[in-house]
């Protein structure tokens, strides 16, 4: 069965950094674009992030405004995992983080929509706060 395990939440403080990381068993992973996503109390869902499949040797990665040059997405196909760097973090990135799998292979499957991925994980919580 497809499972996503994220892991690597907690609280940290403003300017701090984190690493996510998003366990897949059950597929291949190269066979699907990753997305990380967040949600905030009060607030709808909103895509951080995405990377796709390879194409070729490329990987396409994709980043929310609010986030780019801060955070950075990569994937590790041998040990099934994809991550998610968190530089410089901010109040406003406190959320539950979450990464999902789009059955869609290179670079026309990266999207930030989240209706458009099929498989979830439980999500992580990330704390941002002095």
């Known amino acids: 069965q497809v499972q996503l395990v994220e892991s690597g939440g907690g609280v940290v403080q403003p300017g701090g950094s984190l690493r996510l990381s998003c366990a897949v068993s059950?597929?291949?992973?190269?066979?699907?674009?990753i997305g990380w996503f967040r949600q905030a109390p009060g607030k709808e869902r909103e895509g951080v992030s995405c990377i796709s499949s390879g194409v070729g040797s490329t990987y396409y990665t994709y980043y929310a405004n609010s986030v780019k040059g801060r955070f950075t997405i990569s994937r590790d196909n041998a040990k099934n995992t994809v991550y998610l760097q968190m530089n410089s973090l901010k109040p406003e990135d406190t959320a539950v983080y979450y990464c999902?799998?789009?059955?869609?292979?290179?670079?026309?499957?990266?999207?930030?929509?989240?209706?458009?991925?099929?498989?979830w994980g439980q999500g992580t919580q990330v704390t941002v706060s002095s």
């Open positions: 999902a799998a789009r059955n869609v292979k290179g670079w026309y499957g990266s999207s930030l929509d989240p209706r458009e991925y099929g498989y």
């Open positions: 059950g597929f291949t992973l190269d066979d699907y674009t």
